[in-house]
């Protein structure tokens, strides 16, 4: 139990354009899902918490504008960069909390992102 | 806010040697500490976790970790490596508005 998957697992797109990345509990309700941002050799740094039916609580420095996160259910959140550029190349890990367990967060495998 | 220190970045041991990999964390109540791993390219696997009782806690792959409040710390450990074990270890700490900090994370190397 407790799976969460991400789709696409990677993507390239030209720089300038939109892309989005999906991030679903398959088996269970998550209120809270997380995201983060990995670049190469590094740590994971949280980007954001989503919460369902409410805006996301952005982590300093990210720009809200750019990265758009929508959480419309309860299985789903979804990771919108926009505008891409080449700096933004980076791996997104997304996660989700089960709801009335606190503390425990389950990964999705992640999405490689290339902008060209 | 809470934090994480994975005070080595690489480590190299031989197959079949002990392992131990260092997490120091910072946090004013009680922490909830995780580690995972990361092979290339992957996503995290839950290793083990502490939320609280007993200090030692023992994980999948044979692993353990111990946590020691009296030095902020949070070791992980196997007594005896095999090469797939080599991959990226994160430590990680939840607080209580749920959001969890990372480790910069240790990279194992297993020689044969």
């Known amino acids: 139990g407790a799976v969460v998957s991400q789709h696409p697992s990677w993507v390239i797109c030209k720089s300038g354009t939109s892309v989005k990345i999906e991030c679903r509990s398959l088996?269970?309700?998550?209120?809270?899902m997380f995201w983060y941002r990995q670049f190469p050799k590094q740590s994971l740094m949280l980007m954001a918490t989503s919460n369902e039916g409410s805006k996301a609580t952005y982590e300093q420095g990210v720009e809200k504008d750019k990265f758009l996160i929508n959480h419309a259910s309860l299985t789903l959140s979804t990771l919108t960069v926009t505008s891409a550029h080449p700096e933004d190349s980076s791996f997104y890990i997304c996660?989700?909390?089960?709801?009335?367990?606190?503390?425990?967060?389950?990964f999705g495998p992640g999405t490689r992102l290339t902008v060209t | 806010a809470q934090s994480v220190t994975q005070p080595d970045i690489h480590i190299t041991v031989s197959e079949g040697a002990s392992l131990e990999l260092r997490c120091n964390y910072s946090y004013g109540a009680t922490p909830y500490l995780f580690w995972y791993v990361q092979s290339p390219g992957q996503g995290l696997q839950l290793l083990l976790k502490y939320f609280s009782g007993d200090t030692l806690v023992q994980g999948i792959k044979g692993f353990e970790a111990e946590f020691k409040r009296s030095q902020s710390s949070f070791n992980l450990r196997k007594p005896s490596v095999h090469w797939s074990d080599a991959a990226e270890y994160f430590c990680?700490?939840?607080?209580?508005?749920?959001?969890?900090?990372f480790g910069a994370g240790t990279r194992l190397t297993v020689k044969p």
């Open positions: 990680a700490v939840a607080g209580n508005n749920n959001d969890m900090r």
């Open positions: 996660s989700a909390r089960i709801e009335g367990i606190s503390y425990e967060q389950y």
């Open positions: 088996d269970f309700q998550a209120t809270t």
